[in-house]
């Protein structure tokens, strides 16, 4: 049973770009979740997706968007990157968004 | 706002000693408190975790107990191995569907 699957594993971008991350859930689980997680930090959450639309979102610009398909995986995509954006991000999945969320192990995006 | 608060790092220990890592906690509503460990280049795995007052969370040997009269869900273990080095988050989560508000981590280093 494959687990959350995330890609690419790193990416380095430049300021002003725009990147476009993927999440594949754990199998069974229909909600997906996105969190950024800083350098020496905690994650922050980002937004979570279900049934194909945003169901919560933290407290990030609209340049932070994303998407679901009917299999459940998951973009999430940043427009005009900014230096700050640099970070691990983080997708984990859930049944319904319910009891535990598991976690991929993350993108390492750098924004030079 | 919701939020977590971790004793800050980093903890060196030497393998066999006593392990504690503060977690103090606020929130509006009655949350379900987690322990997350993340280990070098990898995302984040549930260590464990506690959904009521008074509920004793416990894997691999570490325990954690939650505390509503002090906001509080202290993790510890007793005897520490090397291979215990990682991250560890404190987490609150206060109703299901809802996402997680992670605490700053705590890196613990174990020397042999």
């Known amino acids: 049973d494959a687990g959350v699957t995330q890609s690419p594993t790193h990416l380095i971008k430049t300021r002003g770009q725009q990147v476009t991350l993927r999440c594949s859930p754990k199998s069974g689980h229909d909600t997906v979740s996105w969190y950024q997680q800083a350098l020496g930090q905690g994650p922050q959450f980002i937004f979570q997706?279900?049934?194909?639309?945003?169901?919560q979102r933290g407290n990030f610009p609209d340049r932070f968007s994303g998407h679901q398909f009917p299999n459940y995986s998951s973009e999430l995509n940043v427009n005009a990157l900014l230096l700050g954006d640099s970070a691990l991000y983080l997708c984990?999945?859930?049944?319904?968004?319910?009891?535990?969320?598991?976690f991929g192990p993350g993108t390492r995006l750098t924004v030079l | 706002g919701d939020s977590v608060t971790q004793m800050e790092g980093p903890v060196t220990l030497s393998e066999e000693a006593f392990l504690t890592i503060n977690c103090t906690y606020t929130?509006?509503?009655?949350?379900?408190l987690f322990w997350y460990v993340q280990y070098p280049g990898e995302g984040l795995q549930l260590l464990l975790k506690?959904?009521?007052?008074?509920d004793k969370g416990s894997n691999k040997g570490f325990e954690a107990t939650y505390r509503k009269e002090t906001t509080s869900f202290h993790l510890e273990k007793g005897s520490v191995q090397v291979s215990d080095s990682a991250v560890y988050f404190c987490?609150?989560?206060?109703?299901?569907?809802?996402?997680?508000?992670f605490g700053p981590g705590t890196r613990l280093s174990v020397l042999p």
């Open positions: 987490a609150l989560r206060v109703n299901y569907g809802q996402n997680f508000v």
């Open positions: 506690a959904t009521k007052a008074d």
């Open positions: 997706y279900y049934e194909e639309e945003e169901r």
């Open positions: 984990a999945s859930s049944w319904q968004g319910e009891g535990e969320q598991f």
């Open positions: 929130a509006t509503g009655y949350p379900s």
